[in-house]
């Protein structure tokens, strides 16, 4: 079974643009979670999508939003980039909310 | 407010040495907790899920312990190899909202 794939790798943006990340779950995984994750404040927990619904969200303002697909294929948009967004993104993939989760490679973001 | 606090926040050891992580919370109601992998520029890599029934579970030379009267879990790892340098990563699981709450990690580095 191929493993939860992100796009791109790697990003450069400038302050102020938007950012569209990709994810695609293993197959038959309807649960996809995103997570930001930096040297500072560690893993943080985005949101979770499970059969095209947003299920859960942390605590991040509005810029931040996501969606998922009929095939379970999820994105991730972030408006107006801030400095603070450069990160490493982080997706997940699992059969459901309370089962293991596998992490995709990540998409590191730098905004300059 | 739910946290996770991890210690130590680093730790070197010699290559066929024992060692054991902690993992301490506060998270309520408690639904799991999970100790993942991280190697430097890669996604997470689940080791174990333990429910609130489950005290040990083992996964090869990773053996994890939950005591829930205590809200403490530990990670050890047996006769450490170079391969296991990275860092290591607590999560606590509500089943309030299913959310999803995240140590800062500890940074293993094995030396031969």
């Known amino acids: 079974k191929a493993g939860v794939t992100q796009t791109p790798r790697y990003l450069i943006k400038t302050r102020g643009q938007q950012v569209t990340l990709s994810c695609s779950p293993i197959?038959?995984?309807?649960?996809v979670s995103w997570y930001q994750q930096t040297p500072g404040q560690g893993l943080q927990f985005l949101f979770e999508?499970?059969?095209?619904?947003?299920?859960n969200k942390g605590n991040f303002p509005g810029r931040f939003s996501g969606r998922q697909f009929s095939n379970s294929r999820s994105e991730m948009n972030v408006s107006t980039l801030e400095l603070g967004d450069s990160a490493l993104y982080l997706c997940?993939?699992?059969?459901?909310?309370?089962?293991?989760?596998?992490f995709g490679p990540g998409t590191r973001l730098t905004v300059t | 407010k739910n946290q996770v606090e991890q210690s130590p926040q680093s730790l070197i050891i010699l290559e066929g040495k024992n060692c054991t992580l902690q993992?301490?919370?506060?998270?309520?109601?408690?639904?799991?907790l999970r100790w993942y992998k991280q190697d430097t520029g890669r996604g997470p890599v689940s080791l174990t899920i333990?429910?609130?029934?489950?005290n040990t579970k083992s996964n090869g030379r990773y053996t994890a312990t939950l005591d829930a009267d205590t809200k403490q879990s530990s990670l050890h790892i047996t006769a450490s190899q170079l391969s296991d340098s990275a860092s290591y990563i607590c999560?606590?699981?509500?089943?309030?909202?299913?959310?999803?709450?995240f140590g800062g990690g500890t940074r293993l580095m094995v030396k031969p």
């Open positions: 997940a993939s699992s059969v459901g909310t309370f089962y293991e989760q596998y």
């Open positions: 197959s038959g995984h309807r649960s």
């Open positions: 999508y499970f059969s095209e619904t947003q299920r």
């Open positions: 993992c301490n919370y506060t998270v309520s109601p408690f639904s799991n």
């Open positions: 333990m429910t609130f029934s489950e």
């Open positions: 999560v606590v699981q509500s089943n309030a909202g299913n959310m999803l709450t």
